[in-house]
């Protein structure tokens, strides 16, 4: 039996690469696949838990994730396509608009 | 013994995919890093006894929203991708900062003590079928939330025609 810990490492551990992955990289695509990796991150530990747990809960709370990261994905890209017809940019530092 | 080469072999790819995935030049290799990778999540889910969700895992994740993102990179210009920086300049910033969070769960995760267990053993589950046993969780407990979720779904419909349409 792997033992729960386990999995709640490789579900920090896997948090973490998409963490810093939304911070350094500068596509905005890739910076979008992140937070699917950090979604997908948080699946495996809400699995794990369900399955150590004996209880059904947490599968479905994956469910309702994958519902949202599905209609973040559609949202996001939409907001990627809108942004490359308008300025034909996909890295960080060219969309200085805002001065931010 | 085997179950835990199991899970060590998942882990390390799994974590060598999401570092490939967040590190490639050329953001169709990171897509198909990701493919492999949702595969093995799959994978991993069908360790835990969460078949409904492996086949949901592959479905949805592996052939609905990386098809997404590859249509969109088909629309933008990966000549000068592939000769841009890749990172912004305070890299190290980010990375020492992502160890440090790390760092900070690996250290809270010594404390973790798990609630009494539910209802729903692996036999009670076999019983009646995983998906059975999901569905009806889904659809009595949970069914106000799943109307949420369909909201939800529906707004990004209307909001991705809206965002992607042209002016005019």
């Known amino acids: 039996m792997v033992p729960l810990e386990w999995y709640i490492g490789l579900s920090a551990v896997i948090f973490i690469i998409g963490v810093a992955g939304f911070m350094i990289r500068k596509n905005i695509i890739i910076m979008l696949m992140s937070i699917e990796l950090m979604l997908n991150a948080v699946n495996i530990s809400l699995v794990a838990f369900s399955h150590y747990l004996q209880d059904l809960r947490g599968q479905v709370m994956v469910f309702f994730i994958i519902t949202v990261a599905a209609a973040e994905a559609a949202i996001g890209l939409a907001i990627l396509v809108s942004l490359f017809k308008n300025k034909a940019a996909v890295h960080t530092d060219e969309i200085i608009e805002m001065k931010g | 013994m085997l179950p835990k080469l199991f899970f060590g072999y998942f882990a390390i790819v799994m974590i060598a995919l999401s570092l490939a995935v967040i ?3 050329n953001p169709v290799h990171s897509v198909l890093w990701m493919l492999v990778l949702f595969f093995h999540i799959a994978g991993l889910y069908l ?32 000549k000068e991708e592939l ?10 910033i980010g990375v020492a900062l992502g160890i440090s969070i790390l760092m900070l769960m690996f250290f809270s995760m010594s404390k973790i003590t798990t609630g009494p267990p539910g209802q729903y053993t692996i036999e009670a589950i ?3 079928t995983h998906t059975k046993a999901i569905g009806k969780v889904l659809y009595t407990e949970y069914l106000f939330p799943f109307e949420i979720a369909s909201l939800i779904l529906l707004i990004a419909i209307v909001g991705a025609i809206v965002l992607a349409k042209k002016r005019g």
């Open chain 2, 23 to 25: 590190t490639r030049r």
């Open chain 2, 47 to 78: 360790f835990l006894n969460a078949e409904f969700l492996a086949a949901v895992q592959i479905i949805l994740y592996a052939g609905a929203i990386l098809v997404l993102f590859l249509f969109v990179i088909m629309m933008f210009n990966l």
């Open chain 2, 83 to 92: 000769t841009a920086e890749r990172f912004i300049g305070e890299w190290p």
């Open chain 2, 126 to 128: 076999k019983a009646e």
